[in-house]
């Protein structure tokens, strides 16, 4: 069974292979994403739940796509 070297590792070494302005969109998207988590985390314990639902596909026209997301909240009846 073979066994993937961890994240941080995979990830250096794939932007060692990258542009700086590949590499700069990438810390862009990471530093969004880890505010995104901490946002999702604040509204769970505001008591909602939240789920990210890929709405749409955006498309380069040259082979490359980013999924794009939106919010699904639930508030439980209390």
């Known amino acids: 069974m073979s066994t993937k070297p961890p994240v941080k590792e995979r990830s250096e070494e794939m932007s060692s ?23 999702v985390m604040k509204a769970v314990e505001a008591g909602v739940s939240v789920e990210l639902i890929r709405s749409a596909r955006h498309h ?9 997301l939106t919010p699904v909240i639930v508030k439980q009846n209390s």
């Open 17 to 39: 292979s990258m542009s700086m302005d590949e590499q700069s969109a990438i810390r862009m998207v990471a530093n969004d994403l880890h505010r995104l988590n901490q946002s």
């Open 60 to 68: 380069s026209g040259d082979g490359n796509f980013g999924d794009l």
